[in-house]
């Protein structure tokens, strides 16, 4: 059969990202600002033409490119993409790209494996506007548990480069205290206490200076600030060994916040939009299928997270590994339609 | 070890001085533990993946699959398998046991958070010690502030939809106000959601009936245990221009006795809902004992007849049917026919035929002929011709096996070809716990809006005189995203700070400080709405 030209975009778009993860490595390794930029501007013109491919395919087979494993693969990548460059553009964090590539890479490694045949006619069951909303909400929230795997791997590694360099995540959070603080006395009282401005003071300096040490501003301003490091507008650093990667604490609270979105849509998504669909369409709203299963079992662990994290304080390297552990979990939930049969081995 | 130590991690309540473990309304505090919870989902995953693959790669659907595995097994395990009903593990005893232990562990964590999340939802209570800022991430003080000040902050955050107190007293001014509490609420009302949603869903599979109708067009099926029947007047299969099904669907009636109550077309993702039915378009398979077509060809029987059978696996043998194997001239026609008309036999006046039985898959056992599966096989038909409208003979024609012919006629009818009747397979059942289940979705689903989209902040004031002018402490709360919440407030602190000078040189040059509170509520609405984004 003929490759079809969404097929031959498919192919040019895989090995664009390809490139794509070979300059965010050389990056990684070299810290050079061109080859960063170079890298993102690879991947952002792979994830046009990856657009193109996939409106191409909506339009060839008439209906959305959701029908299948590859499908479903191709667009996942696309997320995913989407989403470092949406970071990249909120908040300059090139080296995000270093993780999230080879990611997108092995997704996109997967969809080229599976077969890639246009099905001219969805099946009846498939003819729903349910097909949008169940497998768009649950790409996206995959697609969000993908950048929290990639930001909990760059966790580590940066804990354990603070490790051999004698850092620790204490001293670097001391760094981010505020000038002038006044010491409380107060049993278990916050380390640093209240910072103090006084009136007479022209206060607009020193919180420039602390909000330069917090580096935040960047992340909220879109790196525009002065002193702000390199000029890929990576993260200016937090006065520890910090050098390319985002601080910890930035670390740990994108992980959560990439598992915060990904949580609610991939619920009403996957799970609750999934059973709506099946209720109507194979009468009830649940019947244990294996990728039912699955979505349960994913659920289930990101669940037992956000949990962990809220009620029981964990955040920083056990988050990370929760989040890394979760991805594998997806990772397997979406192999398993492979071998499995159920409701959804037409996927 | 310390009486403490006995207590159950995640429970609230401590054990009393004796050891003793705790209860709440009578019930263990284990049972209230987050960890008991995750127990139950760690069980239902493990066995969910369990009864996921038995069901895949080891099926017991009858009984030679249930033999087989028995030789596969060891016996006492086989006989643990079949106990547990590990072949369909999902609606076994003790999974619906797991689930409504899960569903009681969602009801105590509901019942223990309900109160105090939705008091923190709607109510915040002011910091009155100074000393308890140092507690809070994000918190300033600013000293020798203008009187004003306090309440110049605490009109701009009123303007921004912060709600909160303020208390006044001699020694000092207080006041808290927070904006999107509702997000307290949010956890408990998402563990209410899914406590309905499980209720609802063990409600549906205990007392809720499935069954499956299959009936070809004209045929008349009873409708569960209801007064009512179903009439399928119609089914069609849509096809694309490669052959490829695009839809199904078939016409059905409810009747009540010979009343007919409502016609309605059902298809795939539009069932009929109808006295707690509800009825739909799931499959679709040939009805192995009616043909929508057949092609019957004619030939006239040749004189020299042979003897009849010999060497011919074609051959039925039945008491009241002699045949022959006939000598045949060339065909003199085909007809199209069916199984409800009388049609006439080409190049033979006054003879008729009609179908009488049809079988896509013809057997013939000690009971007769029977269908041995729904597949065309061997298909047969059996004809009946008439002479001047009279029954004059009965021949089969076989789909296999052609030129089978009666002496007494001057011809044999073939069947060349056959089409069977489709049949709907419509699934039928009640679910009575769908109401349940649609209200713990929505309930979910707005719970998670409130938990993840909407995000609680709450702002701390104390201002106090002190001989040089007012001391005003600041002090900011945020449940989530706590580092772009510092950012933000760290500005609200600069603006605040900002307008306390312009304040003080007001009075210092005895303006009126009008046009500076202004410009605070101004700058401090502005900051709160950031934060609060």
């Known amino acids: 059969m003929p490759e079809t030209f969404d097929i031959k975009l498919f192919w040019w778009v895989y090995w664009l990202y390809l490139a794509s993860f070979l300059f965010f490595t050389v990056f990684g390794a070299t810290r050079g600002v061109r080859v960063g930029r170079a890298a993102t501007w690879v991947l952002g013109v792979g994830f046009v033409l990856h657009t193109v491919a996939l409106s191409w395919r909506w339009w060839l087979s008439g209906h959305v490119p959701m029908a299948n494993m590859y499908e479903y693969a191709s667009l996942l990548a696309w997320f995913a993409v989407l989403s470092y460059l949406y970071i990249e553009w909120r908040y300059r964090k090139t080296i995000v790209g270093t993780f999230v590539a080879p990611v997108v890479v092995a997704v996109m490694t997967c969809a080229s494996l599976l077969p890639k045949e246009i099905t001219q006619q969805l099946m009846p069951a498939l003819q729903s506007y349910w097909l949008w909303i169940h497998v768009s909400m649950a790409a996206l929230g995959e697609g969000a548990f993908l950048v929290a795997f990639a930001v909990s791997v760059m966790y580590l590694i940066r804990e354990l480069r603070e490790k051999r360099t004698g850092l620790s995540e204490v001293r670097a959070h001391a760094s981010m205290r505020r000038p002038a603080r006044e010491a409380v006395a107060v049993p278990g009282a916050a380390p640093g206490g209240v910072t103090v401005l006084d009136v007479d003071d022209d206060v607009d300096e020193s919180i420039e200076q602390l909000m330069h040490e917090v580096g935040t501003r960047d992340a909220k301003r879109g790196g525009k600030s002065r002193g702000s490091g390199n000029g890929a507008g990576n993260d200016p650093g937090d006065g520890t060994d910090g050098g390319v990667l985002p601080s910890l604490r930035l670390l740990d609270e994108i992980n959560y916040r990439a598992v915060a979105i990904g949580y609610p849509l991939f619920t009403i998504g996957a799970l609750f939009a999934g059973a709506v669909w099946a209720y109507e369409a194979w009468g009830s709203f649940w019947s244990w299928d294996p990728k039912e299963v699955g979505a349960l079992i994913i659920w289930f662990f990101y669940t037992a997270y956000l949990h962990a994290r809220l009620q029981r304080g964990w955040s920083g390297r056990r988050a990370a590994w929760l989040s890394i552990a979760g991805f594998a979990i997806v990772i397997l939930s979406f192999l398993g339609n492979l071998w499995l049969g159920g409701n959804h081995a037409y996927t | ?533």
């Open chain 2, 1 to 533: 070890m310390q009486a403490h130590d006995k207590r159950p991690r995640g429970s609230t309540k401590p054990s009393d001085a004796s050891g003793r473990r705790s209860f709440r309304f009578g019930i263990p505090e284990i049972l209230f533990s987050m960890k008991f919870a995750i127990w139950i989902a760690v069980i239902l995953a493990v066995t969910s993946i369990a009864g996921v693959l038995v069901q895949e790669f080891y099926p017991v659907r009858n009984e030679h699959q249930a033999h087989q595995l028995s030789e596969l097994l060891p016996a006492p395990l086989y006989g643990l398998f079949m106990a547990l009903q590990m072949y369909d593990p999902f609606r076994a005893v003790w999974f619906r046991v797991l689930l409504g232990l899960l569903a009681l562990s969602l009801l105590l964590c509901s019942m223990r958070n309900f109160r105090p999340n939705f008091t923190q939802a709607f109510r915040v209570r002011p910091l009155r010690d100074p000393r308890l800022f140092a507690h809070l991430p994000d918190s300033y003080r600013l000293n020798r502030v203008s009187a004003d000040l306090f309440d110049t902050v605490v009109r701009g955050l009123r303007r921004r939809l912060f709600f909160g107190t303020v208390e006044d007293s001699a020694e000092q001014k207080v006041a808290a106000f927070h904006r999107g509490g509702i997000a307290r609420a949010g956890p408990v009302l998402l563990h209410v959601g899914i406590l309905v949603l499980v209720v609802g869903g063990l409600f549906s599979s205990l007392v809720g009936k499935r069954g499956m109708l299959i009936g070809s067009p004209g045929e008349i099926l009873a409708l569960g245990d209801s007064p009512y029947q179903l009439r399928i007047d119609r089914f069609d299969i849509d096809t694309n221009e490669m052959g490829q099904v695009k839809q199904y669907r078939s016409l059905v009636t409810v009747l009540d006795g010979d009343r007919e109550v409502l016609q309605r077309e059902i298809e795939v993702n539009k069932p009929l809902r109808f006295a707690g039915f509800n009825l739909y378009q799931s499959t679709y398979e040939a009805d192995p004992s009616r043909a929508a077509s057949m092609l019957i060809r004619v030939r006239p029987r040749l004189p020299q007849a042979e003897d009849p059978g010999h060497g011919n696996p074609g051959h039925v043998h039945t008491e009241d049917q002699p045949h022959t194997t006939a000598g045949l001239g060339e065909p003199i026609g085909v007809i199209d026919a069916d199984m409800q008309g009388t049609f006439d036999v080409p190049g033979n006046p006054g003879f008729t035929f009609r179908a009488r039985r049809f079988f896509a898959h013809l057997k013939i056992t000690e009971q007769g002929p029977v269908n041995a599966s729904r597949d065309m096989v061997n298909p047969a038909v059996e004809l009946v011709v008439l002479q001047d409208g009279e029954p004059f003979a009965v021949q089969w024609a076989f789909g296999r096996f052609p030129a089978h012919a009666r002496e007494e006629l001057p011809f044999v009818l073939e069947l060349v070809d056959a089409r069977p009747v489709m049949a709907t397979g419509l699934e039928m059942n009640t679910n009575p716990g769908a109401p349940l289940i649609w209200f713990g979705l929505i309930l979910s689903t707005v719970a998670l809006v409130l938990c993840f989209l909407i995000q609680h902040h709450t702002i701390y004031l104390i201002a106090q005189p002190t001989p040089k002018g007012w001391t005003l402490w600041l002090a900011g709360r945020a449940t989530r995203e706590r580092i772009a919440f510092s950012s933000a407030f760290e500005r609200f602190a600069r603006e605040v700070h900002r307008t306390a000078k312009r304040l003080k040189e007001a009075e210092r040059t005895s303006e009126s400080p009008a046009t500076a509170a202004g410009q605070i509520e101004n700058h401090a609405a502005r900051d709160a709405e950031t934060a609060n984004r």
